[in-house]
């Protein structure tokens, strides 16, 4: 029995059957639910005009949404950056031979990943003061927040990733002289990435809409522009809180995508063997017998 047949097998008509009357059901469900949740909001005249009619005006988006836009990408950009850089560092930290680098990278890593962000968020920006006696804005508070969580659950991520590829690689690499720290950036690390990507995505999601904790110190970021502040002076929270949402789909979307078209680009990459053509002339241009072996066309 070959493993594909032991790993899945293809449904039969009573398996295809079942199967079509679980998704109508569920289909219906979804339906029914949706329905319901638009009833409820229309039962509380949310539905009314005046409440969206602010969305097709310039002045909103250009005034509270885009602006709270550009705050939230700016924060996640930056806290991206410096997430996957503190994630690489101290996925070689706890992966050392010294305890005393091992051991502290570890006690950082699981400190930072035990304290919620929207504590942590806090503390620098009314806390980190007191000590460096200089103030923080609310963008850094916000960026440090975000790269100390995110790069401490992205550190463990590297971890395992390296951990997971074969300890052959690794010894072969030693063998022709290579130093670990090579071994570490050259042969390991890119094939970690490579193989922890969808985890990887998942916190840089996970990271853009934690950005949204930055209303604890006033940071502007889109739901605090386009929610709070948008709602204050028109009254429409729910209807801001839907257009937020779909905002927030959009650009996760899309950054899931990249993630899948970079990850596609990646393995094609990685499994190109490069064409060797012999020097004219040589004994290896033309096979044994002196006969010549004719290209495939088109």
């Given amino acids: ?44 005249n949310q539905w009314e005009a005046w409440l969206w009619k602010p969305f097709t005006q310039s002045t909103t ?33 706890r992966l050392s031979d010294h305890w005393w680098i091992r051991v502290p990278a570890g006690a950082v890593v699981e400190f930072f990943r035990a304290v919620p962000l929207l504590l942590m968020i806090f503390f620098i920006f009314y806390g980190l003061p007191w000590i460096i006696k200089q103030p923080v804005t609310a963008f850094w508070a916000v960026v440090i927040g975000l790269t100390l969580y995110n790069g401490s659950v992205l550190a463990e991520a590297f971890r395992a990733g390296i951990r997971a590829v074969p300890g052959g690689q690794s010894e072969a690499a030693y063998a022709i002289g290579m130093r670990k720290n090579q071994v570490m950036r050259i042969i390991l690390l890119p094939q970690a990435a490579r193989a922890m990507l969808p985890i990887i995505v998942s916190q840089l999601v996970v990271l853009l809409k934690d950005t949204a904790l930055g209303y604890i110190v006033a940071y502007p970021e889109l739901l605090q522009r386009g929610v709070n502040d948008l709602a204050a002076n028109y009254g429409n929270i729910i209807p801001a809180a839907m257009v937020m949402a779909v905002i927030y789909i959009i650009i996760n979307s899309l950054l899931t995508w990249f993630a899948g078209w970079l990850d596609q680009r990646s393995r094609v990459r990685a499994f190109r063997v490069p064409r060797q053509t012999a020097p004219s002339g040589s004994a290896d241009s033309t096979p044994e017998g002196g006969a010549t072996v004719a290209e495939p066309q088109g």
Avoid: C
């Avoid at 199967?19 to 059901?25: A, D, K, Y």
């Fill in 61 to 93: 988006w250009t005034q509270f949404i885009l602006p709270g836009l550009w705050a939230t990408l700016k924060a996640a950009s930056v806290g991206m950056l410096l997430s996957l850089a503190f994630g690489i560092v101290f996925a070689f930290g």
């Fill in 1 to 44: 029995m070959s493993t594909s047949s032991v790993l899945y097998d293809h449904p039969g008509p009573r398996a295809r059957a079942r199967n079509t009357v679980l998704s109508v059901i569920f289909g219906i469900g979804l339906l029914a639910l949706l329905y319901w949740i638009y009833s409820k909001f229309d039962e509380a």
